[in-house]
């Protein structure tokens, strides 16, 4: 796709989609942070989809033209002029004529340079925001980690105050950035001050198991599922358990 009609993909994409969520009104999920995006996406759509109608977009669909094509429940993988220009036609009459939409609508932002976070502002006002890590991973991009960690905190600012934040307790830069909310802030993480807390982490018989806490309750998880990204795909998913009241 030549890059001046991928801008206009994008500015058009923009527009239709801040139309169609002011219209419909469908609440925002929004997962943020270098890795765990996908894994967490999914976790939430399954325990949300027997109680809400739910949208998600496709692996990597993270980026100016990935969100808005998953706003709209819509793919693509051709760089032709020819299928843009129909996509834009459908989105246009999902704007005009779709009398139903999904209730919730779970998105992957993606970050790799300053001021990315600046294209999503102006169309999303999540309910729930997750954030997972801060990596070296775009480091050359931003010059230092601190500068990432800002980055993070625009949409941290975008939350109401009847929403909810989950951050990250066992990465200090995400961690701080409660100090930008507005929301309710929960941590999850191993570390003790984590609201949702993973301890006693061990592998047997092809099994992963942990123990969970939240408040005063604690809970065995055993799954077939490893590594510490699945368990925090876990503590996040019985925080939104929490939050709806699943």
Request: proline share 3%.
């Amino acid at each position: 796709m030549k890059k001046i009609f991928k801008k206009i993909i994008q500015f058009y994409l923009k527009i239709l989609s801040k139309i169609v969520l002011t219209r419909h009104k469908p609440e925002i999920i929004v997962i943020a942070g270098s890795t765990n995006k996908h894994t967490i996406k999914q976790e939430i759509k399954n325990i949300l989809s027997d109680k809400f109608s739910i949208r998600t977009g496709p692996k990597h669909y993270n980026a100016e033209i990935g969100v808005p094509l998953t706003i709209f429940g819509l793919t693509s993988n051709s760089s032709k002029i020819k299928i843009w220009l129909k996509i834009i036609l459908k989105a246009t009459k999902i704007v005009l004529f779709d009398k139903t939409f999904p209730e919730k609508i779970i998105l992957e932002l993606g970050i790799s340079h300053p001021n990315d976070m600046n294209y999503f502002l102006p169309i999303i006002d999540p309910k729930i925001v997750i954030l997972t890590d801060i990596t070296p991973k775009y480091l050359d991009n931003f010059g230092t980690l601190d500068n990432e960690a800002q980055e993070f905190a625009k949409i941290v600012k975008k939350i109401d105050e009847d929403g909810l934040l989950l951050l990250n307790y066992d990465d200090l830069r995400m961690r701080n950035l409660k100090k930008f909310a507005r929301s309710k802030v929960l941590y999850y993480g191993r570390g003790e001050g984590s609201n949702f807390k993973a301890s006693n982490i061990i592998i047997k018989n092809n099994k992963q198991e942990f123990n969970l806490r939240y408040n005063n309750i604690n809970k065995k998880i055993v799954s077939n599922k490893f590594g510490l990204h699945y368990i925090y795909a876990q503590l996040i998913t019985e925080a939104i358990k929490k939050y709806y009241n699943i």
